[in-house]
């Protein structure tokens, strides 16, 4: 395999890997590494990479003196684990020169264009999470499908949100609304029933747990404008959790 | 028994989460693996605070392991396994007292929440650095240092 040498292409391939691998849900070390990685695999000159969780730029300095750059916005961010291990193969067979930039490319478009997953499955399995949550924390079976139907519910709710564009606090404000306002309903004709474990296991499959893994990684790795812009949205998100949940404590409503 | 029970229900609660987070299923289900061993790690140590500092540690070397083995990124691994360990009721408890107006016990769980965090971070930290002095892979990562712009 030839080295690349038209470094327009390599820009595009480099910020297209870099855009993929921010937008589902990866080390923003990860971003920089892997276009680091291809252009050291297929790339001539010098190169230096920024990525934050929201922006990303790249710049190539030739061997001539030429520079060519390319910067990208990051506008959605999502979780996709399955896409970032695919990204990730792309990347090491481009920077041991088993495809060229081309093939690499289409490889990254055609991933690109795939939709991000079924929806029900997503929507169930999220569900499920926080049924199996509620064991975790004593509950039994009747624990177990309040759980489940309550995360639904909020989910379901929260996609309304969604479709307003509204960010993900709001979102996790209903996941922590939904289950108590549920418990406030049927804890009143069953009082046997365990609160806690159906109100916590049906937040925590919303939990940051990703972007809160990230923050840390990043942190140590010393992309400290990463991991602290990161940290804030675990924060963000798990506040609204916590606000969503315990607004219905607040003296005077009950 | 009991802890046979936990542990099923830990590979439950990281199998779906994985799915939920697109994960394909054999991950999911090696992610829950980890997360069992992990929780498992958690119930035996004599404390909670040792118990989340160990699990972390067991649960980020598994990981590490693991994305060695099936040539993957260690994260998808470890955020499947850390999930069962999330102190929620703690982080439930602290916005609930703190709501009804009752901050000392809000602090009180507060901290318990914060202290349990930051102990996995210092495990998630560490392990991914020891690791790779140990195999060696330190010359790449000093190369990078020196070709890219610091944040």
Known sequence: ????????????????????????????????????????????????????????????????????????????????????????????????????AAEALEALEILDRQPGGKFVPVLLSTAAAAGAFSLLFGG??????????????????????????????????????????????????????????????????????????????DAINGDLVSGVSRAAEAILIAAGLGIGASLIFLPGVM | MNFIYIFLVCILVSFFIGISMHAKPWVSFLGGLVG???????????SPRAGYLLSALVLTLLSEILARLCKMP?????????????????????????????YLKALEKGGEALVCIVLMTVSIALVPT??????????????????????
Do not use: W
């Open chain 1, 140 to 217: 039994k079976l009747p624990e177990l499908f309040l759980a489940f139907f309550s995360c639904l519910l909020a989910q379901l709710i929260g996609l309304f949100f969604r479709s307003v564009s509204m960010h993900q606090f709001f979102n996790s404000l209903i996941a922590g609304l939904v289950p108590t306002l549920i418990m406030a309903a049927v804890g009143r004709i069953f009082p046997q029933i365990n609160e806690q474990a159906v109100i916590v296991g049906s937040m925590l499959p919303l939990f940051p747990g990703v972007t809160m893994v990230n923050a840390i990684r």
């Open chain 2, 74 to 102: 260690s994260n998808n691994f470890l955020v499947l396994g850390i999930y069962p360990l999330v102190p929620g009721t703690a982080l439930y408890q602290t916005m609930a007292y703190a709501v009804q107006g009752d």
């Open chain 2, 130 to 151: 020891v690791f790779r002095i140990v195999l060696g892979e330190r010359k790449k990562r000093s190369r990078r240092r020196l070709q890219m712009n610091e944040d």
């Open chain 1, 1 to 100: 395999m030839v080295q690349c040498t038209d470094n327009q292409a390599l820009m595009k391939l480099l910020l297209k890997a870099g855009q993929l691998l921010l937008e589902s849900g990866a080390e923003t070390y990860r971003a920089e590494d892997a276009a680091l990685y291809m252009f050291r695999g297929i790339g001539q000159g010098e190169i230096s990479i920024f990525a934050v969780p929201t922006v990303l730029i790249v710049e190539i300095i030739t061997e001539d003196g030429t520079a060519v750059s390319g910067c990208k916005r990051i506008r959605r961010r999502a979780i996709d684990l399955d896409k970032i291990s695919q990204i990730n193969n792309i990347v090491r067979k481009v920077s041991q020169r088993e495809i060229d």
């Open chain 2, 36 to 46: 069992g061993v992990g929780y498992l790690v958690y119930l035996i140590c004599p």
